[in-house]
């Protein structure tokens, strides 16, 4: 391991955090807010950082792929921490709770324990935004288009970010591919924003809104999150961005570049649009039947079901007091998550596919024993180390999410509250059900329960193994 070359990388990113606080600084100058805790975060995220990245400087060497995960591991953590000091620094929230709302931030998440968001400065509710903008298209993303000017390469950065899934580069080179997607991801940003603004919106609300829609994120300005503005155009334009973050972004490039053909037969785009179209089509049909209050029942189903299923979290409806089925089908969603290679959290479409494709296989194989099938997936063949690691990625998902579940139990929560409190945790949704529900915030739990939330937050952002290589021994010792 080379340590000092990580520092060095590690002490950049600091940099790059406290740069970007200067945006929520020169806003609260603007806006005569309290600059000091924006002036003295930056300034510790500026200070540390520099320090490290010039101490580390004359260090030579390449980077490594035990580098690469502790590089990665250790960026989320940082990032979260001094993330966290504008909000111990205008006495909003104290560290544990600043910890985890910076966690849920970065992680796009979008679970808060903040009870009256409104009254919070606009300065650090811009900031609260761009931690999920940010965290979005993935810190790491971010830093592959800066590491190479420290003449590091970034591929090993880019594969540690996502792990068990084949990264299908749009370019030869890494730096090149980052760029494109973050070009997609600010486009798609900028358009919502204009759209949110001409639907209504103040440019304050429209900002924040589209940097944690796209994202995935759901952080909202208001107490009451989209529901508080009451307007259907302002609905429609989030649910067609939440979707648009939900997708692979390199099909979105795909659709620049002219490949429709391609974006059309993608077997997991077919998947997530047709669990979004049915899970709607229920839901809807499950409010008209139950008489719940609402004033369109198919535009209240279609915008929380892409808001769960795109783990962007934003509500309009307290889906808590709809009928059962309609919770449970909810539940679901925040399971299965978006496409894979989009700002979503969950499980991933792409997952989902490949288990139910090695559970027919498997059938197969009982049925007609003297047959050799494979797993198959857009016509060829997946190999076996892939459908092992997606086995083992479930069992890993959701062995962590019953252990979470058990902590929350054990502080005296009940199974609905734990459970969703767990699942949209390591999924990154959001809202859960119970005590965890879209009206409530995380922060009646203990202060170890949300440790063990933002954990598990950090945790499925990172697909999980990420940070488990990490804690093998074995690991190191190669």
């Known amino acids: ?45 500026l200070i540390v950082g ?30 979260s921490i001094f993330g966290a000091f504008p909000y111990v620094f205008f006495s909003v929230l104290h560290p544990i709770d600043a910890f985890f709302e910076s966690v849920s931030g970065f992680t796009t998440t979008g679970t808060t324990v903040m009870a009256q968001i409104e009254a919070a400065p606009h300065s650090l509710l811009l900031w609260r935004a761009i931690t999920q903008w940010l965290g979005g298209m993935g810190i790491i993303v971010f830093a592959i288009a800066i590491v190479p000017l420290l003449g590091i390469g970034g591929m090993q950065l880019f594969k540690a970010e996502i792990p068990g899934i084949s990264v299908d580069k749009l370019r030869p ?13 600010a486009a798609f940003t900028s358009a919502e924003c204009i759209a949110l603004w001409m639907a209504g919106m103040s440019a304050y609300d429209a900002l924040c809104h589209s940097l944690t829609t796209v994202s995935t994120g759901g952080f909202s300005t208001r107490d009451s999150s989209v529901g508080a503005f009451g307007s259907a155009k302002i609905e429609w334009i989030i649910i067609a961005f939440m979707f648009l973050g939900g997708v692979n972004f390199a099909l979105h490039y795909r659709v620049v570049s002219g490949q429709l053909k391609k974006v059309v037969e993608d077997v997991e785009l077919r998947y997530f649009v047709g669990v979004i179209l049915v899970s709607t089509l229920i839901v809807a049909w499950l409010l008209v039947t139950s008489d719940a209050p609402g004033a369109s029942p198919l535009r209240t189903a279609m915008f929380q079901v892409v808001s769960i299923v795109t783990t962007a979290g934003y509500g309009t409806a307290d889906f808590d007091t709809w009928p059962t089925l309609a919770g ?24 989902v596919i490949l288990g139910f494709r090695v559970f027919a ?37 959701f062995g962590i999410a019953a252990a979470a579940t058990a902590v929350v139990s054990l502080a005296g ?14 999924g990154n949704v959001g809202p859960g059900l119970g005590s965890a529900g879209p009206t409530e915030t995380f922060a009646h739990f203990p202060s170890h329960v949300k440790l063990v939330l933002a954990a598990c937050m950090v945790l499925g952002r990172l697909e999980i193994f990420t940070i488990i290589v990490l804690l093998q021994p074995g690991f190191w010792r190669r």
């Open 50 to 79: 520099a320090a490290l990245a010039f101490s580390c400087r004359d260090t030579r060497g390449d980077l490594r792929l035990r580098d690469s995960f502790l590089i990665v591991g250790l960026a989320w953590i940082l990032a």
């Open 173 to 185: 080179r890494v730096t090149e591919t980052a760029r494109r997607l973050l070009f997609i991801y």
């Open 361 to 397: 296989n498997t059938m197969t194989r009982i049925r007609k024993p003297r047959v050799v099938s494979s797993v198959k997936y857009a016509g060829q063949t997946v190999p076996a180390d892939l459908v092992v690691g997606v086995g083992a990625f479930f069992i890993a998902y």
């Open 413 to 426: 929560y009940d199974i609905v509250t734990s459970a969703s409190a767990a699942l949209t945790s390591i």
């Open 328 to 351: 449970l089908v909810l539940l679901q969603l925040m399971i299965l998550g978006g496409m894979a290679g989009s700002t979503s959290g969950g499980v991933k479409g792409l997952r």
């Open 1 to 45: 391991m080379n340590a000092l070359l990580n520092g060095r990388i590690l002490g950049w990113f600091l940099v790059g955090i406290g740069a970007i606080q200067a945006i929520p600084l020169a806003m609260a100058i603007s806006l005569g807010e309290d600059y000091h805790p924006f002036f003295f975060s930056a300034g510790a995220a």
